[in-house]
């Protein structure tokens, strides 16, 4: 079992920049994919981006692609999500997750188990 805290959620003005941390619990964070979610007030949750297990492969979802950078430091047991550019449709509660550890790659949210308590981000305009 893993357990997530994110961190470093904030306001800041469109065009700027944050970068969300995720530190996980437990000696086997390398095991686990990881991902980063989204959801919007009114909104389904949405994936955002994964990365493997050693941070070889990363993969993002169309409306942050160029703009964010997902990475994952295993000595640290922490994920990464920087995000540049930022725009008013951005704002949400982001939330990092980890699927089951024999899972080798997935966007879809139903097969993430483990789930932070979110971070918020609101960007202004």
């Known amino acids: 079992q893993v357990q997530l805290v994110e961190s470093g959620g904030g306001l800041v003005q469109a065009g700027g920049s944050l970068r969300l941390s995720c530190a996980a619990s437990?000696?086997?964070?390398?095991?686990?994919?990881m991902g980063w979610f989204r959801q919007a007030p009114g909104k389904e949750r949405e994936f955002v981006s994964t990365i493997s297990r050693s941070g070889g492969s990363t993969y993002y979802a169309d409306s942050v692609k160029g703009r964010f950078v997902i990475s994952r430091d295993n000595a640290k047991n922490t994920v990464y999500l920087q995000m540049n550019s930022l725009k008013p449709e951005d704002t949400a509660v982001y939330y990092c997750?980890?699927?089951?550890?024999?899972?080798?790659?997935?966007?879809?949210?139903?097969?993430?188990?483990?789930w932070g308590q979110g971070t918020q981000v609101t960007v202004s305009s």
């Open positions: 997750a980890a699927p089951n550890p024999t899972t080798t790659w997935t966007t879809r949210s139903s097969e993430y188990i483990y």
């Open positions: 437990g000696r086997t964070f390398s095991t686990y994919v």
